[in-house]
């Protein structure tokens, strides 16, 4: 295999994205000026990463929207339940190969293809609304966006690491992290107005058929991108574009990154457990507890709190002040703390409902509703519960973007990334759907996420570094790896590190 067929085109050695905190960042073109005008404000990355959180907004926010009500607003939960099992199974197997697919369709054209399924998956619920029989085509549709979701969220991890220089990456996880929340605040809002005297304990068709035409919108905008090869970071240095290799070698390199960084392992059990917590959240939580009113408002400020985690821990790890090890570490530190804090909180809740009880209290009237005395306590760990989702979301993108500013790479990161959260929730999804205990699935979600932090912790300590090194993307590793070495190379051979 040569290495052309692999191969990063650059237009200087500037290209690794060397952060200008870096003795390398000398090295990036100094005479560099950034176009004014609309054509400035169009290749800039921070809109470009707009836009992207926009795509997101249209399609997994508004999904978000009506998973967040509980059971996808519907009475019952089980058809949901099984929807999201079969959209989290094809989502995993979708998501271990799409960083692949990502470079060699390129980012806009999978973008546009994964944002397709999430009109598909809402239209589906407006037709269980009119038919109630029809439930096999809500979890085919679930099977459809899985495959869909899986190219998005790739796609979408790989332009947001690698727009931004490395002092940059959690300000634009958090930049992305806000407008993609704002669709399930939108959506979640809608909800709210239109279900605000409901009596039914179920959404109308008045909201699936917004949240329908709102998606639709979001699947025409990464035609309106622009080509990541023509984009240039702050600090002027180019963004890595694919020459389109073959399929063959776009596997090789899916293997090349587990050979060649094998500390992302110890990042799996982090990534499996990162949308465990959406089951007892939504389902066990939400939609077991709460009237179709309360559930609606809860939906509003849970996206609503994604959006203070998201920066509030995006600013502590670009903080220059401190070395980009510390910041690791501290936002570890955040995440365990936050952990402990609302499964305390919330096992003081769930020690005293089960499924059985639930069931005797079926009638909306026997709910807990939005001007009880109980919601006032519930509500607020809910909007903590929401903090969390979003923090554990940022740090582990964040982390991800700590280990390399390689578009390839970080596809091929983000992919596993996906394919294992997606993994863990297909598992979850079918355990609430067969009726698992409360209690059980609760303290399931608790111990998942302490092993992910206590795994990612040595992690973190072996492979996150001040700055990334040229060395550590996937062409210079694949060069060592293919290129036997000179048996009197020189100092000239060191031309692939700092």
């Known amino acids: 295999m040569s290495m052309s067929d ?3 085109e650059k237009d200087n050695a500037s290209g690794s994205g060397i952060d200008v905190e870096s003795p390398a960042a000398a090295a990036a073109p100094a005479e560099f000026q950034r176009p004014t005008g609309l054509k400035g404000f169009y290749y800039n990355p921070v809109v470009q990463v707009f836009m992207l959180g926009f795509v997101c907004f249209m399609g997994p926010g508004l999904f978000n929207a009506l998973n967040g009500l509980g059971g996808g607003g519907q009475l019952s939960t089980t058809t949901s339940a099984n929807a999201n099992v079969a959209l989290y199974a094809t989502f ?6 799409a960083g692949s697919i990502n470079n060699v369709l390129g980012p806009r054209l999978t973008l546009l293809l994964g944002s397709s399924g999430y009109a598909l998956y809402i239209g589906s619920y407006l037709t269980v609304n009119i038919h109630p029989k029809a439930g096999a085509f809500v979890i085919a549709a679930g099977a459809v966006l899985g495959i869909c979701a899986g190219l998005l969220w790739t796609a979408q991890g790989c332009l947001m690491l690698a727009y931004p220089i490395e002092s940059q990456k959690g300000a634009f996880i958090g930049i992305f992290w806000t407008i993609f929340n704002l669709g399930g605040v939108v959506g979640a809002s809608v909800s709210l107005g239109q279900n605000f005297h409901s009596t039914a304990n179920a959404v109308g068709n008045g909201t699936y058929i917004g949240f329908l035409v709102l998606t639709c919108i979001g699947v025409l905008i990464p035609m309106l991108m622009a080509n990541p090869d023509k984009m240039r970071r702050s600090d002027g240095t180019k963004v890595m574009t694919l020459r ?3 399929w063959k070698t776009e596997f090789y390199g899916l293997w090349i990154t587990l050979r060649t960084d094998p500390t992302i392992i110890l990042l799996f059990p982090m990534f499996f457990a990162s949308n465990w917590f959406y089951t007892w959240q939504f389902n066990d939580y939400n939609a077991a507890l709460f009237t179709i009113r309360a559930r609606a408002l809860n939906n509003l400020v849970y996206w609503l709190a994604q959006i203070v985690g998201s920066v509030s821990i995006g600013f502590l790890l670009d903080q220059r002040a401190l070395t980009r090890r510390f910041r690791a570490f ?7 703390l936050m952990v402990f804090v609302v499964h305390i909180w919330a096992y003081f809740y769930q ?9 005797l209290e079926a009638q909306d009237d026997d709910k807990i509703d939005i001007y009880d005395k109980p919601y006032v306590g519930r509500v607020f760990l809910y909007i903590i519960c929401g903090m969390l ?11 991800m973007g700590a280990m390399s500013n390689d578009p390839a790479k970080l596809a091929n990161l983000t992919g596993f990334y996906k394919s294992l959260q997606s993994a863990g929730a297909a598992g979850i999804w079918r355990g609430d759907a067969v009726s698992l205990p409360y209690m059980n699935i609760f303290v399931s979600t608790w111990a998942l996420l302490v092993g992910g932090l206590v795994f990612a912790l040595p992690m973190i300590f072996m492979r996150v570094r001040d700055h990334t090194e040229p060395s550590d993307e996937i062409d210079n590793i694949l060069a060592n790896l293919e290129t036997p070495a000179a048996p009197n190379a020189g100092p000239e051979r060191k031309t692939n590190s700092t």
Request: net charge positive; hydrophobic share 50%; proline share 3%.
């Open 351 to 359: 020690k005293n409902y089960t499924r059985a009880t639930i069931a």
């Open 92 to 97: 995993a197997f979708t998501a271990f190969f």
């Open 330 to 336: 501290a936002g570890w530190t955040a995440l365990f």
């Open 244 to 246: 389109h290799p073959s």
């Open 389 to 399: 989702d979003a923090m554990w979301q940022t740090t582990a993108y964040w982390i």
């Open 6 to 8: 692999y191969s990063l």
